[in-house]
């Protein structure tokens, strides 16, 4: 029985990645959209595919067997603790701001904001939350259940990339020249400056109060403490 939910989980994972790397930002999406006759048929179909896949990953998960790999030393929880702090001010940046998908035909002012330091804050937010809790919590199942979002999170950036440089090459021109993948890529190479006044007091502010929020009530909440 345990095989048979190991097999169901990586099944699960399997789904959510081939969905959303395999088919989001590829060609692939471009037939379908085509096929379907239109990007609202398409979106609609991917979202009801989306909360499939997601429930079946989850529920998966909390079905699969207990495999420790690695014992999870109390330093590192804190030290992971500490790392998730910019992956919330990334994902409040990301939800405060016009994604590089969201601009196309809007390039006055562009590059601006959090997307000077990286044009892809939110699948950075995911894929530190993810990585966090891959080393944080040791067991196989764990391993597989969020390996599934930072396999999506770091192949999802240039699947995205690929994705505007078909749709707008002239703002894929100038995202790539002035904006990089890596947080402050760009601006370690000379190609961008930082402008903390376009990113706001909100996403540092309300970052820090959820993660701190998090951090008090993640046993309240996920039946575990975030760190011991």
């Known amino acids: 029985m345990d095989i048979l939910h190991m097999i169901f989980l990586l099944a699960a994972a399997a789904l959510w990645v081939g969905l959303h790397v395999g088919v989001a930002g590829t060609r692939l999406r471009d037939s379908a959209v085509a096929r379907l006759g239109g990007e609202g048929r398409f979106t609609l179909l991917f979202s009801v595919g989306s909360v499939v896949s997601i429930t079946l990953l989850v529920l998966a998960w ?17 030290l992971i603790a500490i790392a998730m702090l910019p992956a919330f001010i990334l994902f409040v940046a990301s939800v405060t701001a016009p994604n590089p998908t969201a601009v ?29 809790h ?15 979002f930072l396999l999506t999170a770091g192949l999802g950036m240039p699947s995205i990339d690929s994705k505007i440089a078909r749709r707008d090459p002239a703002l894929w021109e100038k995202l790539s020249k ?47 403490p975030a760190v011991i």
Do not use: C, Y
Request: proline share 6%; net charge positive.
């Open 62 to 78: 909390q079905n699969a067997p207990f495999i420790l790999l690695w014992q999870v030393p109390g330093w590192l929880r804190w």
């Open 178 to 224: 002035q904006t990089s993948i890596m947080p402050f890529g760009a601006i370690f190479s000379g190609r961008m400056t930082v402008d903390f006044d376009e990113i706001g007091w909100v996403p540092p502010v309300v970052g820090t109060a959820a993660w701190l929020a998090l951090l008090i009530f993640h046993r309240l909440i996920f039946g575990v």
């Open 134 to 148: 891959v080393l944080g919590n040791g067991d196989l199942a764990s391993l597989v259940f969020f390996g599934a």
């Open 104 to 132: 196309a035909g809007k390039m006055e002012g562009m590059p601006r904001g959090i997307t000077r330091i990286t044009r892809h804050p939110m699948l950075w937010s995911f894929a530190i939350w993810a990585g966090a």
